[in-house]
T-cell receptor, first 114, second 114 residues
Framework: DTGVSQNPRHKITKRGQNVTFRCDPI?????LYWYRQTLGQGPEFLTY????????KSRLLSDRFSAERPKGSFSTLEIQRTEQGDSAMYLC????????????FGQGTRLTVV | AQSVAQPEDQVNVAEGNPLTVKCTYS??????LFWYVQYPNRGLQFLLK??????LVKGSYGFEAEFNKSQTSFHLKKPSALVSDSALYFC????????????FGSGTRLQVQP
């Protein structure tokens, strides 16, 4: 499968614990995005990388959230001291080039904070 | 700032009938417009996009969308609905400059009855 891959698919964690998600984009794609989707809503932008540079962060991305893309390939999204409000589907997407941001999405990681 | 509105939470249509899923947008420049579909437990799948040129855009699975600049709309259409089209549909807007990420609407659930 050469699409966007996200791991794990599901994560249940206790409030206050740290979690880390991984995204492997389509191999030649230079742009990588993280979105968050809650039930009944559309995806909300969290952050965006072009190669290894993090170029934009949403105000939704509190200090407890950090994302990296160290070699311009895979990316990780870490949430520290999780809260129940962090429960959501975390989507990763990637795209190629400088033009219109047509993005290809992974299946997401569903986080449940109990 | 850019925004997308999908005024209908749900659209019901009988199989074989034409369907329309509505989308309006707001941007400060020239928009790039997208439609994505989401099936249960699946990531978002790209359907079609408008960048420039012909206002009628054809996409996957027989879907098409019409860009109307004066009405700032980008409605999704299909001449003959299938039961398998039942899913959650998202309209999204992007820009060619500045922010590279997409802004999504809240989604419209399409239910096609046999």
């Amino acid at each position: 499968d050469t699409g966007v891959s996200q791991n794990p698919r599901h994560k249940i964690t206790k409030r206050g614990q740290n979690v880390t998600f991984r995204c492997d984009p389509i191999s030649e794609h230079n742009r990588l995005y993280w979105y968050r989707q809650t039930l009944g809503q559309g995806p909300e932008f969290l952050t965006y990388f072009q190669n290894e540079a993090q170029l934009e962060k949403s105000r939704l991305l509190s200090d407890r959230f950090s994302a990296e893309r160290p070699k311009g390939s895979f990316s990780t999204l870490e949430i520290q001291r999780t809260e129940q409000g962090d429960s959501a589907m975390y989507l990763c997407a990637s795209s190629l080039g400088q033009g219109p941001p047509e993005a290809f999405f992974g299946q997401g990681t569903r986080l449940t904070v109990v | 700032a850019q925004s997308v509105a999908q005024p209908e939470d749900q659209v019901n249509v009988a199989e074989g009938n034409p369907l329309t899923v509505k989308c309006t947008y707001s941007v400060s420049g020239n928009p790039y417009l997208f439609w994505y579909v989401q099936y249960p437990n699946r990531g978002l799948q790209f359907l079609l996009k408008y960048i420039t040129g012909d206002n009628l855009v054809k996409g996957s699975y027989g879907f098409e969308a019409e860009f109307n600049k004066s009405q700032t709309s980008f409605h999704l259409k299909k001449p003959s609905a299938l039961v398998s089209d039942s899913a959650l549909y998202f309209c999204a807007v992007g820009m060619d400059t500045g922010r590279r990420a997409l802004t999504f609407g809240s989604g419209t659930r399409l239910q096609v009855q046999p």
